[in-house]
């Protein structure tokens, strides 16, 4: 029987493969944002994250066009992030339990909240600043992506 990280990965591995690989960005994200929620929805009986530890569990994916980095992030206690700046195009779902993240508005210098349930989540793109509020016993899953840039001669 595998583990839960390896169908986690297979999962997210299959659906990074299904996508056009020359859909790049935010874009890419959104769709695979998609393609997660209704693949998790539809295993959600399956799903318990109760056994996993107080921990973060890393793997990376990549093909001609993108680099992937995926961490699947449990909390037993409560931890924020201040002024967070994102450094990659970025998708955040929420597995369990709740999240909240604050997203500053560029034009306004205000934070816009944003209440992620179960199976919601947000993407976005590089150079955004956020507070991010993971509560006690929530499950996130974050995958930051880059573009691979091709130099032709």
């Known amino acids: 029987m595998k583990s839960f990280i390896q169908q986690f990965q297979e999962i997210i591995n299959e659906q990074f493969i299904s996508i056009n690989e020359k859909i790049k960005g935010t874009l890419f994200l959104e769709i695979l944002k998609f393609q997660l929620i209704e693949k998790l929805s539809n295993m959600s009986d399956k799903l318990?994250?109760?056994?996993?530890?107080?921990?973060?569990?890393?793997?990376?994916?990549?093909?001609?066009?993108?680099?992937?980095?995926?961490?699947?992030?449990?909390?037993?206690?409560?931890?924020?992030?201040?002024?967070?700046?994102?450094?990659?195009?970025?998708?955040?779902?929420?597995?369990?339990?709740?999240?909240?993240?604050?997203?500053?508005?560029?034009?306004?210098?205000?934070?816009?909240?944003?209440?992620?349930?179960?199976?919601?989540?947000?993407?976005?793109?590089?150079?955004?600043?956020?507070n991010v509020n993971y509560l006690k016993n929530s499950t996130i899953l974050e995958i930051n992506c880059s573009d691979k840039i091709a130099i032709e001669k």
């Open 48 to 130: 318990s994250f109760k056994d996993l530890e107080d921990n973060e569990y890393l793997f990376d994916l990549e093909n001609t066009h993108k680099f992937l980095n995926v961490k699947l992030k449990n909390f037993k206690t409560p931890k924020t992030l201040v002024n967070y700046k994102i450094l990659n195009n970025c998708l955040i779902l929420c597995l369990n339990d709740k999240l909240i993240i604050d997203i500053e508005d560029i034009a306004t210098n205000k934070y816009k909240n944003f209440n992620l349930i179960p199976l919601t989540g947000v993407t976005m793109p590089i150079d955004t600043i956020c």
